[in-house]
C-alpha cells in the first residue's frame, strides 16, 4: 500500500479590490436601513400631527366662540366610589398632582352638538378628550377641567401655580402610572385658544399631557371666564 501525500488546500483570501466592495456595498445597505427607518418615523409622526390637526379643527371654533356648557355639579365624591370607578385598561382612569393635593377620576368625554369640547360633570372631576392620546401613547392627552362653580372651587382651581418641573401622574385602568413633568403654561384669551397646539405634545419626541382650564376674570353678564389655561407636561 501506497500513500499519496496531499497538497494543502489554500484559503481563497479575498484581494483589497474585493473587500472594497464588500465594504462599499454593506455601508449602501445600512445607509438604505436608516434611510428607511427614518422614513417610517417621519411618516409616522407626521400622520400623528395631521390627525391631531383635524381633531382639533373641529374644537376650535366651538373654543374661541366661547359656547357654553351645562353648569357643572359639586356634589363632594361618596366615600368608598374610587374602588368601584373602572375604565379599560390602556384608558386614563385617575389623575394625580401630588403639589395641588389632586388625586380626580378622568372620565372620558367627546364635544357636545356645537361641536366644543365636553367639559366634567362635577367641579371635582377631570375630563379626558377620548379623541386625544391615550397614556404613554405618541401625541397627547387632552384632559380638561373646572376652575370653580359659584359656589366652591373645582379640581383645577390652582393649576396656575403649577411650575415647570412638578410632577403629574396618570394612572390607567390597569393600574399601570405613567409620570410627567411639566415643561410651560400657556394662557390665551377666550376667543384665541390655540386647540391645535392643545391636542400636540408640546415635545414632539415625548408623550404629552395637556390640562386646560378655565382663569382669568368673569366677563360680564355671563357665567365664562375671559381666559383658557394650559399646562403642558411630557412624559418622563
Given at each position: 500500500?501506497?500513500?499519496?501525500k496531499r497538497t494543502p488546500t489554500k484559503l ?225
Open positions: 500500500m501506497s500513500f499519496h481563497q483570501i479575498p484581494n483589497k479590490k474585493v473587500k472594497t466592495i464588500l465594504l462599499s456595498n454593506t455601508l449602501v445597505i445600512v445607509a438604505l436601513g436608516l434611510l428607511i427607518i427614518g422614513l417610517g418615523t417621519s411618516l409616522y409622526t407626521w400622520r400623528t400631527d395631521e390627525i391631531a390637526n383635524q381633531q382639533a379643527a373641529k374644537l376650535i371654533y366651538a373654543a374661541n366662540h366661547n359656547i357654553r356648557h351645562t353648569v357643572p355639579s359639586t356634589a363632594k365624591p361618596t366615600a368608598g366610589a374610587a374602588p368601584n370607578y373602572v375604565v379599560a385598561p390602556t384608558l386614563p382612569s385617575y389623575l394625580i398632582i401630588p403639589e395641588l393635593s389632586i388625586n380626580a377620576p378622568i372620565l372620558a368625554v367627546g364635544v357636545n352638538a356645537q361641536g366644543a369640547l365636553e367639559a366634567p360633570s362635577n367641579i371635582n372631576d377631570t375630563a379626558w378628550y377620548n379623541e386625544s392620546s391615550q397614556p404613554g401613547q405618541p401625541g397627547a392627552m387632552l384632559i380638561d377641567g373646572h376652575i370653580s362653580s359659584w359656589t366652591a372651587p373645582g379640581v383645577f382651581y390652582d393649576l396656575k401655580t403649577l411650575q415647570p418641573g412638578n410632577t403629574i401622574e396618570v394612572r390607567s385602568g390597569n393600574g399601570a402610572i405613567f409620570t410627567y413633568q411639566v415643561v410651560i403654561t400657556k394662557v390665551y384669551s377666550f376667543n384665541n385658544v390655540n386647540m391645535a397646539m392643545a391636542m400636540t405634545s408640546i415635545n414632539p419626541n415625548k408623550p404629552g399631557l395637556n390640562l386646560i382650564s378655565c382663569t382669568g376674570d368673569i366677563i360680564p353678564g355671563t357665567s365664562e371666564f375671559d381666559e383658557r389655561i394650559i399646562v403642558f407636561a411630557t412624559q418622563v
